[in-house]
């Protein structure tokens, strides 16, 4: 069992308790917290219903049941190398595959070819559900991803991610066209006030976020871009392409819900087509490209 406390502030004043958790603790659903209220929520001590209200100064207490961690097997699944030595490999992670094992997607994931691959030998500071991940892509992002074999390397490539030094690129198609052709997002990034599955801008509780965007062509109602990434939010450059009236092609969260070239399309235009990063032995820098995947290809054409 894990025990959580939290005094609740001004700015939680008169919100329901379901959605104050939800907004305090960490990667739970307000539905899952709202089942377990009742029996495992006490405000000055006292067990409360999940539309009970809370006010400032009021004492949460929260005993969340342990979960049991699922085994992740090794899956013997072809995986495209771009580089790959004692420390690290670097890969390029396909359209539709998940990074690592969550709820829903204990199988087929990169961890799962990876754990294959690398037999088992991979870093373990982010624990056995993220062996050797040290930063992600979204399941329907492609492109270039480090992924750290020795724990040696991944503390040296969390730090260059900390510090903001590696170079990550990234191959856009958005809506409309951009009138400049450089531009830089200065916004925060956080999870949406009312939709905890998405992230928005958020001046008040975000994290600092910036893109650099610079076009490469346009078309008729739409702009092909690469944005380079100086800080790693959830969803960042998907979330600011969005906030400038300029959502990725594809993107039915954070742009347009009806799909444009549903034939071609399967979520987000967006490939992680550049790394750059030094190696944590050889004091080197090196840089990969990822290849255009087909459709993204195909899909340029017909544009």
């Known amino acids: ?114 754990m294959y691959h690398c037999k088992g030998r991979l870093s373990s500071i982010n624990g056995i559900i993220r062996p050797g991940i040290v930063h992600r892509i979204d399941m329907d992002t492609t492109g270039a991803l480090i992924v750290c074999k020795t724990d040696f390397a991944h503390h040296h490539i969390a730090e260059q991610l900390k510090m903001h030094s590696i170079t990550r690129k990234y191959r856009a198609i958005v809506y409309h066209n951009i009138k400049e052709d450089t531009g830089t997002i200065n916004a925060p990034i956080g999870r949406h006030p009312t939709d905890r599955k998405k992230m928005a801008i958020n001046y008040k509780n975000g994290k600092n976020a910036v893109t650099h965007y610079h076009v490469l062509k346009h078309f008729t109602q739409y702009t092909y871009v690469e944005c380079q990434l100086e800080t790693g939010r959830t969803h960042q450059i998907r979330v600011h392409m969005a906030s400038i009236n300029h959502p990725l092609l594809g993107d039915c969260v954070y742009g347009p819900k009806k799909a444009k070239f549903p034939m071609i399309l399967e979520g987000q235009t967006l490939h992680a087509m550049t790394i750059g990063f030094i190696h944590p032995r050889t004091e080197k820098y090196l840089q990969f490209e990822a290849p255009m995947p087909e459709y993204f290809i195909k899909l340029i054409n017909i544009l």
């Open 1 to 114: 069992m894990k025990d959580l406390h939290f005094t609740v502030t001004d700015e939680y004043a008169g919100m329901r308790i379901d959605k104050y958790l939800s907004e305090v603790v960490e990667d739970l659903s307000r539905s899952y917290l709202q089942k377990i209220v009742t029996t495992n929520v006490l405000v000055n001590e006292k067990p409360v219903k999940s539309n009970y209200r809370i006010t400032v100064g009021n004492s949460v207490s929260v005993t969340l049941p342990e979960s049991i961690t699922p085994e992740i097997k090794a899956e013997n699944i072809s995986l495209d190398i771009l580089y790959e030595d004692d420390d690290l490999i670097v890969v390029n992670k396909p359209k539709g595959m998940v990074v690592h094992p969550s709820a829903g997607h204990y199988s087929q994931t990169m961890v799962n070819a990876l």
